[in-house]
């Protein structure tokens, strides 16, 4: 196995420029553009925060202009030393100057392989601990450039990159799956309680078949018959999370306003709950049905009637609570505020219903969420080994 500068493997290595500094702007529609935020813990880049320029900005930026199978590092900013594969989909594409462009030659490297090289927890703390050297946190040119990467042959590398890449399609397979099963759910919620075409006695849409409404003062609409309006405080209590930095690795997860953070010893609660970020993301409200944690900068909730919390969950995506920011600095959220936030109470056998009908939905989620944790770890596990040849791949 050869230690190679990545340089002399690439027939590409550059970066973006920012349209501003050419004078122009970003616009809602047009040629795709990507920023270190879209390089992730995924292969792939998250398309989905991709922002856009003209034809004629992607022209000026002729330099940056991405290709199918570049590979693209984050080279400053939070997400230093992340790394990403541009595919077919994504084009065209550009990018900014926070963003390492290196195009492989793909006759001695394959793209797969190297992109989990340096996807190492090792790798990723060298990057960062060059990046500590620059006046400003941050990778140069050259120093992508000279970054080893050890090529063994290309079969080799094939055989090594297919065994992890497997492992990787099914966690994607899993993430697509239960996007549907979420967007299952939530369709359900919108037809029941936004339309208000839940099934009626005789198991017909409500509204449709002419169910009565009434015209609702708080809210400015109808609503059925016999329902009321109330605040998330009348069907919730508000907890405060609690610090975790003392407990002991365990198998109870940990939650923050960017999700999973840590597995500890000890639950705070058990069961379902409804997480509201404290400060940080306040629009990362989270469902949860087990024993957990939060942290102290998150509120978790208790339910104070039965089939509520994921009713309580939908409700509150539809509310923006970056809006609702109580803070100076980092932004803010208080328990006050969202006991206080309207909601229409359904009846009770409707509201027994649709818990009925969305927990087994949730449990195909949290289901598929376990085995991505175990797969992920798999992964995590196998990569050193076989990179460094512990593990030979027949």
């Known amino acids: 196995m050869n230690t ?59 330099r940056s202009q991405l290709k199918e199978n570049d590979l693209l590092f984050s080279i400053a900013g939070a997400y230093l030393g992340k790394v990403g594969i541009v595919r077919n989909v994504d084009l065209p594409l550009n990018t900014n100057q926070a963003v390492g462009i290196v195009r492989l030659d793909t006759e001695k490297v394959n793209i797969d392989y190297a992109y989990y090289y340096f996807t190492q927890k090792s790798m990723n703390s060298y990057m960062n601990k060059l990046s500590a050297q620059s006046a400003q946190p941050n990778l140069n040119l050259e120093m992508l450039g000279n970054l080893p990467i050890y090529l063994p042959d290309l079969p080799t590398q094939k055989k090594i990159a297919d065994v992890l890449s497997c492992i990787d399609d099914k966690i994607a397979l899993n993430n697509k799956t239960n996007s549907e099963l979420e967007n299952m759910a939530k369709t359900v919620y919108d037809y029941w309680f936004t339309q208000f075409d839940f099934p009626d006695a005789n198991g017909k849409p ?69 997480l509201f970020p404290r400060k940080g993301t306040l629009n990362n409200v989270m469902y949860v049905n087990e024993s957990f944690w939060t942290v102290d900068t998150m509120f978790y909730s208790i339910p104070k009637i039965e089939n509520v919390p994921l009713y309580v969950f939908y409700n509150a995506k539809h509310f923006d609570f ?6 100076t600095g980092v932004p803010s959220m208080t328990s006050s505020i969202i006991k206080e936030l309207p909601i229409v109470i359904p009846d009770s056998n409707v509201l027994k219903k649709f818990n009925d009908k969305i927990q087994p939905i949730y449990h195909q989620i949290f289901r598929k969420q376990k085995e991505n944790e175990e797969l992920t770890k798999l992964r995590d596990y196998l990569l050193p080994l076989l990179m460094n040849g512990q593990i030979e791949v027949k």
């Open 206 to 274: 409500y509204k449709t078949s002419g169910g009565k409404m009434e015209y609702n003062e708080v809210l400015k609409r109808e609503i059925p018959a016999g329902w009321e309006v109330g605040c998330f405080g009348d069907l919730i209590e508000i907890g405060n999370g609690k610090d975790h930095s003392k407990l002991a690795e365990g198998d109870i997860p940990v939650y923050g306003s960017g999700g999973l953070m840590r597995t500890v010893e000890k639950s705070l609660y058990e069961g379902e709950s409804v």
């Open 4 to 62: 190679i500068k990545l340089g002399n493997v690439s027939k590409l290595i550059t970066k973006g420029t920012t349209p501003t500094t050419l004078g122009s702007d970003f616009v809602s529609e047009g040629v795709n553009f990507v920023k270190s935020e879209s390089i992730t813990d995924s292969k792939y880049l998250d398309s989905t925060i991709f922002e856009h320029i003209t034809p004629e900005t992607n022209e000026k930026m002729k």
């Open 322 to 327: 970056e809006k609702m920011n109580t803070g």
